[in-house]
């Protein structure tokens, strides 16, 4: 059975930084790409960043320089570090491990930027 449970979301105020985590289990981690993605309220969701089984990674445009995407093989996890929090970054943020077509999908943490 996969799980992908992400954490470390929460209520912050612009300008500040979060650390997201997602802990999988149920498959063979370093084999899988992993990635974040976002969904607003009323938005579709987003790509956000993904980080290759080979350690590549790529990021949205809106997160560039601001946001990094790595991962742990040991502990089977992966992290979004996010820096310089804008309120447009509010949203649901999923985890997603992918080998074959289809991702799996985290439950998702809740992310909001405001003051």
């Known amino acids: 059975q996969v799980q992908l449970v992400e954490s470390g979301g929460g209520l912050v105020q612009p300008g500040a930084s979060l650390r997201l985590s997602c802990a999988a289990s149920?498959?063979?981690?370093?084999?899988?790409?992993m990635g974040w993605y976002r969904q607003a309220p009323g938005k579709a969701r987003e790509l956000v960043a993904v980080?290759?089984?080979?350690?590549?990674?790529n990021y949205a445009d809106f997160v560039k320089g601001r946001f990094t995407i790595s991962r742990d093989n040991a502990k089977n996890t992966v992290y979004l570090q996010m820096n310089s929090l804008k309120p447009e970054d509010t949203a649901v943020y999923y985890c997603?491990?992918?080998?074959?077509?289809?991702?799996?999908w985290g439950q998702g943490t809740q992310v909001t930027v405001s003051s």
């Open positions: 997603t491990a992918q080998l074959g077509k289809y991702p799996y």
């Open positions: 980080i290759t089984s080979g350690g590549s990674h």
């Open positions: 149920g498959i063979i981690f370093n084999m899988y790409d």
